[in-house]
C-alpha cells in the first residue's frame, strides 16, 4: 500500500486501511494505491477524494476496472466507527 505522498506499507491491515482513508486531504495526499505484494500486481485498488470531499474508488485486475464513488457523508460515518 502507498500514499500520494510515497508512505509505503508493507503489511496491510483494516485498521490501517481506515486510518489512511480518514488521512486523506485534497489536494495533497488525495490518494492511496493497494496492490498485493509478490503476485505479479494481479489486482489494485486506488481511493482518492475529490475536491467535494467524496471518495472515489477504482478497483481492477488486468481484465477488469470498476470505479465507483461514496459521498461525503458516509465518509463522515466511517470515521465514526
Keep these: 500500500m502507498e500514499t500520494e505522498s510515497g508512505e509505503s506499507h508493507g503489511g ?15 489536494p495533497e495526499n488525495s490518494f492511496l494505491t ?3 505484494q509478490g503476485f505479479g500486481n494481479q489486482w489494485y485498488v486506488v481511493v482518492a477524494l475529490d475536491s467535494d470531499e ?6 481492477g485486475t488486468q481484465a477488469y476496472q470498476s ?5 461525503a457523508e458516509r465518509r463522515q460515518m466511517s470515521r465514526k466507527m
Excluded: A, K, N, T
Aim: aromatic share 14%; proline share 7%.
Design 67 to 71: 470505479i465507483g464513488s461514496w459521498p
Design 12 to 26: 496491510i491491515s483494516e485498521d490501517l486501511l481506515f486510518e489512511l482513508i480518514d488521512e486523506l486531504s485534497y
Design 54 to 59: 467524496r471518495l472515489e474508488w477504482s478497483i
Design 34 to 36: 493497494i496492490e498485493p
